[in-house]
């Protein structure tokens, strides 16, 4: 029998059409009678030029497992899409663990969004849950860098070919990562692909939490998805009035759950949150941390005046607490994280 490999690569065939083919013998002859000639033709030409051989050769060369929608390993949490994938293109492996969160947010972030993405992707992966995202620069870079740093589980989903990785810049984040593309290699980055990438970070996840997004932001799709398909959406708040947090203010506006740290995702998702562990801390350094605990935010002369500690002092200690990840400078001003 021809491979329904290469009919799921013949331009003009979805899942319905490849569906309906399947029933048949995939014969040249059967696919125009069920399909029309204009697909017959094209898928003709397909099995002439060897499609389905030489991108299974592409894939293997290049460690990646082909999973078609005709086969039993094909996650069944994507076979209920409205439009699922013909074919996933898989490096790594798919997500085992049932808490699965997928945190997205805009590329241009606030240096405190990827500070504390960062943070929360990694406790979350201490607890066990798995993090997907879209492999994007700003918040989904940092949603897994953070899950990589907690030992944890995380997928990106991309929106090109496995060979054509956007953007180039997270290549060396991406090595580390299980990886998942619908497209064919040799794909490049399009805007209109990148939707298609979200539906799938949604599906895939047990909740969406959107971390920073305008009001026109990619990631308010990705959310859209996640309603559709009937998981939980949770959304960080902003300050009123700040555009770049207004997609995730107008979110918890219309019934998404508010999360101000770990615990709220964590309970989200239905875990109880592990004891906490403060912060080994000592000295002037303890001082420090109590004083920004205290004012939730502060300028390093509040700070100073706060504690009795040189001004100098203060921002050496400040600086040690963002190396430990403890705090986060925002405009000139300190937040504890």
């Known amino acids: 029998m021809p491979d329904p490999l290469?009919?799921?690569?013949?331009?003009?065939?979805?899942?319905?059409?490849?569906?309906?083919?399947?029933?048949?013998?995939?014969?040249?002859?059967?696919?125009?009678?069920?399909?029309?000639?204009?697909?017959?033709?094209?898928?003709?030409?397909?099995?002439?030029?060897?499609?389905?051989?030489?991108?299974?050769?592409?894939?293997?060369?290049?460690?990646?497992?082909?999973?078609?929608?005709?086969?039993?390993a094909y996650p069944e949490r994507l076979r209920h899409l409205d439009s699922p994938p013909t074919v996933l293109y898989l490096k790594g492996r798919l997500p085992e663990i049932p808490h699965n969160i997928g945190i997205?947010?805009?590329?241009?972030?606030?240096?405190?969004?990827?500070?504390?993405?960062?943070?929360?992707?990694?406790?979350?992966?201490?607890?066990?849950?798995?993090?997907?995202?879209?492999?994007?620069?700003?918040?989904?870079?940092?949603?897994?860098?953070?899950?990589?740093?907690?030992?944890?589980?995380?997928?990106?989903?991309?929106?090109?070919?496995?060979?054509?990785?956007?953007?180039?810049?997270?290549?060396?984040?991406?090595?580390?990562?299980?990886?998942?593309?619908?497209?064919?290699?040799?794909?490049?980055p399009q805007a209109g692909l990148f939707p298609r990438r979200n539906r799938i970070v949604a599906a895939l996840a047990k909740a969406v939490?959107?971390?920073?997004?305008?009001?026109?932001?990619?990631?308010?799709?990705?959310?859209?998805?996640?309603?559709?398909?009937?998981?939980?959406?949770?959304?960080?708040?902003?300050?009123?009035?700040?555009?770049?947090?207004?997609g995730c203010n107008r979110l918890i506006q219309d019934g998404a759950g508010l999360v101000m740290g770990t615990e709220d995702v964590l309970n989200a998702l239905g875990l109880r949150a592990p004891a906490a562990k403060p912060p080994s801390l000592q000295g002037p350094e303890a001082r420090v941390y109590r004083a920004l605990l205290e004012l939730s935010e502060a300028l390093p002369d509040d700070l100073a005046q706060a504690t009795g500690l040189p001004p100098s002092e203060v921002l050496s200690l400040l600086t040690l607490l963002e190396i430990k990840g403890l705090a986060q400078a925002n405009g000139g001003r300190y937040r504890p994280l």
Not at 221 to 246: C, H, K, M, Q, Y
Request: no cysteine; glycine share 14%; aromatic share 4%.
């Open 104 to 188: 997205v947010g805009t590329r241009r972030a606030s240096p405190w969004a990827i500070a504390w993405t960062q943070r929360v992707a990694r406790e979350l992966a201490e607890a066990g849950v798995g993090v997907i995202s879209g492999l994007a620069l700003g918040i989904d870079a940092a949603a897994h860098r953070g899950a990589l740093e907690g030992g944890g589980y995380t997928l990106g989903v991309l929106g090109s070919g496995m060979d054509r990785l956007y953007p180039p810049q997270n290549r060396t984040l991406a090595e580390q990562m299980h990886l998942l593309s619908e497209f064919p290699l040799g794909t490049p």
């Open 6 to 72: 290469a009919l799921a690569l013949t331009p003009g065939v979805g899942p319905k059409r490849l569906a309906l083919a399947l029933k048949t013998d995939l014969s040249p002859e059967a696919i125009v009678k069920t399909l029309g000639s204009e697909v017959g033709r094209a898928y003709h030409q397909a099995l002439r030029e060897g499609r389905a051989e030489r991108e299974r050769e592409k894939a293997q060369r290049m460690g990646l497992r082909l999973i078609g929608l005709w086969e039993e």
């Open 209 to 246: 939490l959107v971390v920073e997004a305008g009001e026109k932001s990619g990631s308010l799709i990705t959310a859209r998805f996640a309603l559709e398909l009937g998981r939980d959406v949770l959304a960080v708040p902003g300050r009123p009035g700040d555009t770049a947090s207004l």
